[in-house]
């Protein structure tokens, strides 16, 4: 059964986002409202300008609405950049409003000016035995601290990159900007675990 996986359609890579999905075996669908929010089974947030993306989000309702379904029935919610940022419990410096479901602290733009954006390869055990995972990061936030319900799945020069904590999945990382699809594929596998199909 092809599983419905919402790409919030707000800012940042929606398209590849969508081609990743595509590419595992999921029904991409763009999500601007409540409406969109009620036919999918899992969500994407792209990266983006948190401060902007949680103001249009309130604005739907989107924010309580996640929120209530996380709470209410385990909904899957990856959030990757600026939706790792929405995602955190904190945030350090200016913190937008947010879904605060993650029990993280976020340090939004950590790596500063000189090394705003950088591509490494990640080693992500989760991900099986392949090779190294392409990441590029785009003024990153790094989680600076996590609380014990969190798995991190990545480390980058000893600072997690990539955790999990129940239906909830982030990277301070983009994984859209590559053809590796493994990430978007874990994702989906989460959301199929969770429903049980
Ligand atoms: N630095 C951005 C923020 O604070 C996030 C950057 C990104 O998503 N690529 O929202």
């Known amino acids: 059964m092809a599983v419905n996986i919402g790409v919030l359609a707000i800012q940042g890579d929606v398209r590849e986002h969508k081609n990743h999905l595509a590419q595992v075996g999921a029904n991409p669908v763009e999500v601007r409202t409540l409406e969109d929010l009620s036919q999918v089974q899992g969500l994407i947030i792209p990266g983006g300008e948190s401060t902007t993306i949680a103001m249009l989000m309130a604005e739907e309702g989107l924010i309580d609405q996640i929120q209530r379904r996380v709470w209410d029935e385990q909904f899957p919610v990856y959030g990757t950049c600026a939706g790792l940022i929405l995602l955190s419990k904190d945030v350090i ?29 990640l080693r992500i055990p989760a991900l099986g035995d392949g090779p190294d995972f392409p990441a590029v990061f785009i003024r990153a936030p790094q989680i600076v601290r996590y609380g014990p319900e969190v798995i991190p ?4 020069e000893g600072q997690v990159v990539m955790a999990e904590q129940g239906s909830l999945l982030t990277s301070a990382f983009h994984p859209e900007m ?20």
């Open 153 to 156: 799945l990545a480390t980058f």
């Open 93 to 121: 410096g200016s913190s937008p409003a947010r879904l605060g479901l993650m029990d993280i602290v976020a340090n939004r733009n950590a790596y500063g000016r000189q090394l705003a954006s950088f591509e490494t390869s």
């Open 178 to 197: 590559s053809g590796d699809v493994r990430i978007h594929g874990y994702f989906v596998d989460k959301v199929r675990k969770i429903l049980q199909v």
